[in-house]
């Protein structure tokens, strides 16, 4: 499976963050991937949804319209 077609699939998915941060690590499908906040101000607990990537980093949104029970929720150890 190539990478582009990895991150493609990451396209939709939430997660709450861990810290307050703009930059942090996420474990999707078992992989890891750094992610950048580019869009409202992140907060320990806020959900971010990703909404795009480039060959080195997921981009993300604060959506705190979204909850852990939306299909697309990873959880984030």
Known sequence: MSGEYQMHKT???CFRSKT???NGMI???GSPYMYRVTN???EKGAML???DFSSTELFVTVN???FESDV???DNP
């Open 27 to 29: 474990r999707i499908y």
């Open 20 to 22: 307050d941060d703009f």
């Open 72 to 74: 697309n929720y990873i």
């Open 64 to 66: 705190n319209y979204l």
């Open 40 to 42: 409202g101000i992140p």
């Open 49 to 51: 949804e990703v909404i």
């Open 11 to 13: 396209i939709g998915k």
